[in-house]
């Protein structure tokens, strides 16, 4: 099966209404049981079984990212009990009663989905969404998925629960934001509460009290401050660093990745925070480049000589503009894929590759901004 949802479907109603979900609801195939065949299963892709929808759960819970189950919710609990591994793996389960009033988030509220799914299954209902995740219903920061939608990254996950019990609790939290997209207050008709403080850097949080702390930052923080901000906090790593890079041709994958870690690592940023690689658009076939790109699922943004050239440089070089027709690679083309004025690295040559760091520059629209450091 090739569609991301799964709908089960046990009783007479309930395949009725999943009949019609899944033409109203796309990306949703349709298992059900076998007597209540109507002859174009086949035709539609529908699935039969016989038996216990039990039997075929766990198999379900392999092939898909969210199940569409309309039975009892005490029965769905029974059942995926013995299949539960962890909530990092575990597909988004919802539940709807057998009239269909009701869509009920039971699995994997946030880092599965579950609770998006339950809002747009709903709609497409016309029943009621019932969602009792705690930051969904408080309308404040989900821990667990903080600028997921940004393509933020959680480095340190194990303190997830108490943070969020923190910002649920209406505890002191602080947000420690360097860098990455401001704009993760969504919620327009309802102000950052009082009890969230949020910093421009790791040093002025640390110097005020707090009971939990959300970190978004592409440095590596110093023992001080994963000390003093990670005792009960969580880090991210927001897609905030661009590689420019220029490198010979047939360069192999192995010297670039070498070059950029030893360069991430000398200049204290992760690797975890490069959003892409920009380069000259002559090299927008370099082997190496793609496997590095592909590697770690990077974008490779490629220029055209004259669009470097038009980035202002200190020390044009006749040399590259004689190869390339700009008068630089890594340095402009940096610049330009980030937005930002200036370079965190201007540049630096190692073995056949060189090499320029410059950090993204994200507007400054989010209301949490409005709100640094009150």
Request: proline share 5%; net charge negative; glycine share 6%.
């Amino acid at each position: 099966m090739s569609n991301p949802f799964a709908a089960v479907a046990i009783t007479k109603h309930g395949v009725e209404m999943a009949r019609d979900l899944v033409e109203r609801f796309p990306g949703t195939d349709l298992y059900y049981m076998s007597k209540f065949a109507r002859g174009d299963e086949a035709v539609k892709g529908y699935e039969m079984f016989e038996g216990s929808v039990k039997l075929i759960l766990p198999d379900l819970f392999k092939k898909y990212n969210g199940l569409i189950i309309i039975i009892s919710l005490g029965a769905v609990v029974r059942m995926i009990a013995p299949i539960l591994e962890d909530k990092k793996k575990d597909p988004a389960v919802i539940v709807i009663d057998d009239r269909g009033e009701h869509v009920i988030s039971v699995l994997s509220g946030h880092l599965g989905g579950a609770n998006e799914l339950t809002r747009e299954v709903a709609a497409a209902l016309g029943a009621r969404p019932v969602i009792t995740t705690a930051s969904d219903v408080q309308q404040t920061i989900p821990v667990d998925l903080f600028g997921r939608s940004f393509g933020w990254v959680i480095e340190s996950f194990d303190k997830a629960t108490p943070v969020s019990a923190s910002v649920v609790n209406e505890e002191r939290v602080v947000v420690v934001q360097e860098t990455g997209e401001t704009n993760w207050w969504t919620y327009e008709k309802k102000p950052l509460p009082d009890h969230i403080r949020v910093y421009a850097n790791a040093q002025e949080a640390m110097h005020v009290p707090f009971d939990a702390a959300l970190v978004v930052s592409d440095r590596l923080l110093s023992h001080e401050e994963e000390a003093v901000l990670l005792r009960n906090g969580v880090l991210y790593r927001p897609k905030s660093l661009v590689i420019g890079m220029g490198c010979n041709r047939g360069t192999s994958a192995d010297e670039i990745e070498s070059v950029i870690i030893d360069t991430l690592a000398d200049m204290r940023l992760s690797l975890r925070s490069v959003r892409c690689i920009a380069t000259i658009d002559i090299k927008k076939d370099e082997q190496g480049l793609l496997d590095i790109c592909r590697k770690y699922g990077w974008r490779l943004e490629a220029y055209t000589p004259e669009e470097l050239n038009e980035v202002p440089l200190a020390n044009p070089s006749d040399t590259v503009f004689k190869f390339t027709g700009a008068y630089g690679v890594c340095e402009p083309a940096a610049l330009r894929a980030s937005g930002a004025s200036e370079w965190l690295l201007e540049k630096k040559k190692s073995g056949n590759v060189t090499i320029s760091i410059a950090r993204v520059r994200f507007p400054q629209t989010a209301a949490a901004c409005s709100e640094a450091v009150r």
